[in-house]
């Protein structure tokens, strides 16, 4: 029996900057997609510049004269971030929509950035603070909406304060949690900061469900060679409509909290179906990890710190955040 159209209405975007990250493939060029057909002038920063420019074209030629433009970013690198941030900066162009959807999952061998950071940590958690540090000023310019891709594995677990870079003992799938748990309780704070200080931005949260995307697959550069017997069985459940989604419908939720005018700052958008795995995507309660704003503030002031970037305070001019003074500590001490 086939299963019912999950779809969202998007407003019109046309005049809007948005910036996306992970926007060439899986869940991402489905937003992507989505965001150029409805007039939004994307901007995709991406680490493979031949990957993007596919994507790219595989946008236009759905979306006939829709303007995508590709910078360069690997959000491993806090000085690519900088690069980025300086870039976007020059144009001037205010930022109106913040995605950040990039990520990498459970490499089965401990990895690093090049700043030494636990990678996951460093990518989808600390990477994705950088940018919005780096392009506060165009956010604030833009009163942007600023959506964040959390996960279902942030829904337990905690920060692992004792050890936040996992040179101990490294568990792939506890480091991927912590990961999207920081980044979900960054997510929650900006939208408090913004509120207490008149920042203008609104931050929430997403998450896809579960649906066959290369977070799992084939990976050499991570270490895996084939793919897990994970995205095996999801791609099978997929395929018959049963518990996931697709990566269509995955991105339906990023799609609403970012897009959608009844979305609202510190809340979390996912499926409504079971468990949250699929099915169109609603508000939900906020995972139990995420909802301490002593551990959001803590982590708040961590990834300042590691990631080397300040944002105004309630002491400060109220001027735009900028990078720390000073590069990044190289293998820093959880």
Do not use: C
């Amino acid at each position: 029996m086939p299963r019912t159209p999950l779809d969202i209405t998007v407003p019109d975007l046309t005049g809007r900057r948005a910036v996306l990250t992970g926007g060439s493939d899986g869940i991402g060029l489905g937003i992507a997609q989505r965001l150029a057909a409805a007039g939004a002038e994307l901007v995709l920063p991406v680490r493979n510049r031949g990957k993007g420019q596919a994507a790219a074209a595989e946008i236009r030629a759905a979306a006939p004269g829709a303007s995508v433009l590709l910078h360069d970013l690997d959000l491993s690198s806090l000085e690519s971030i900088a690069g980025l941030g300086e870039t976007l900066r020059a144009e001037g162009a205010p930022i109106h929509l913040l995605v950040n959807n990039a990520g990498v999952m459970t490499p089965p061998q401990r990895q690093t950035t090049e700043d030494g950071f636990e990678l996951q940590l460093g990518t989808n958690h600390l990477g994705h603070v950088a940018l919005v540090a780096h392009l506060l000023p165009l956010l604030r310019a833009g009163r942007a909406r600023v959506t964040s891709q959390v996960s279902v594995a942030a829904a337990r677990g905690g920060m692992n304060w004792d050890d936040l870079n996992w040179e101990r003992s490294y568990n792939g799938m506890r480091a991927y949690r912590q990961s999207k748990i920081a980044f979900g309780l960054f997510g929650i704070e900006l939208d408090r900061r913004s509120r207490a200080l008149g920042w203008g931005i609104t931050s929430n949260l997403s998450h896809p469900g579960v649906a066959p995307t290369s977070l799992l697959s084939a990976r050499p550069e991570l270490g895996r060679d084939t793919d897990t017997a994970g995205v095996r069985l999801i791609r099978a459940l997929s395929a018959r409509g049963l518990l996931t989604g697709t990566a269509t419908t995955a991105g339906l939720p990023a799609l609403m909290a970012a897009t959608s005018p009844d979305a609202e700052g510190g809340l979390l958008y996912g499926p409504r179906g079971f468990q949250h795995l699929a099915g169109p995507p609603a508000e939900q309660a906020l995972y139990k990890p995420l909802r301490d704003p002593e551990e959001a503030q803590r982590v708040w002031l961590a990834s300042e710190k590691l990631a080397a970037v300040t944002f105004p305070g309630p002491d400060g001019d109220g001027s735009p955040g900028a990078p720390a003074a000073g590069p990044a500590r190289r293998h820093p001490a959880a």
